[in-house]
Each structure stands twice: as C-alpha cells, then as structure tokens.
Nanobody, 124 residues
Framework: QVQLVESGGGLVQAGGSLRLSCAASGRTFSRSVMGWFRQAPGKERECVAAITPLGGSTYYADSVKDRFTISRDNAKNTVSLQRNSLRSEDTAVYYC?????????????????WGQGTQVTVSS
C-alpha cells in the first residue's frame, strides 16, 4: 500500500516557476514507477512526467519538455516536479501517481495509487 500527498500548488504568474512535491508512505516506494499527471477542466487526465524506480529514465510530455523536471529521493520517499516558464495552459490540478508499468507509463488507469491532487493556477 502506498499513500501519496502532494504539496506546492498555488497561484503563479506566467513565466514563473513552481515546484511540486509528493510525499509517499509505504515500503514499495523505491520500487515504484512514479508519475505526475494533470487535469484541466473539461480535459482528460494527462501524464506530464514519469520516472523509473531508481531515477535512471524519465518521460516528459511534449508540451512540457525543457520546462519541467521530475526527480525523486528514495531515501526521503519523495518525488518532485520542478516547473519553469509556466504558461496559462499549465493551469490544472496536478496529481502524483505510483506503481505502473514503465511500458504504459502515460496511461492513468495503469497506476495503482493516487494522491488527492493540488491546484496550480498560472495567471497571464
């Protein structure tokens, strides 16, 4: 069992930066693929970034490449998403998710555990 709690959301101006963190409980964190998803009103939940258990491989959606960076600290059971050059279209609820197959990392239904989400609003 893994429990996930996101933090770091809020209001930021376009062009600014914001770092999201996800604290995980449970012994399986260091063996879990971790992903960050977002969902804007009226849109499907989208995987923006993911990372393998030891951090050796990462995935980024085209819309966030070169702006977002995912990282993890297995000693602290945390995964973070550094977001730079934020745009109004980055406004969404951001979710941390755990435990999916790396070959299906972009599919929300493949993840076993989810956080409650944190709202990020980018003002233009």
């Amino acid at each position: 069992q893994v429990q996930l709690v996101e933090s770091g959301g809020g209001l930021v101006q376009a062009g600014g930066s914001l770092r999201l963190s996800c604290a995980a409980s449970g012994r399986t964190f260091s063996r879990s693929v971790m992903g960050w998803f977002r969902q804007a009103p009226g849109k499907e939940r989208e995987c923006v970034a993911a990372i393998t258990p030891l951090g050796g491989s990462t995935y980024y959606a085209d819309s966030v490449k070169d702006r977002f960076t995912i990282s993890r600290d297995n000693a602290k059971n945390t995964v973070s998403l550094q977001r730079n050059s934020l745009r109004s279209e980055d406004t969404a609820v951001y979710y941390c998710a755990a435990d999916a197959s790396w070959t299906k990392v972009t599919r929300a239904r493949e993840y076993r555990y989810w956080g409650q989400g944190t709202q990020v609003t980018v003002s233009s």
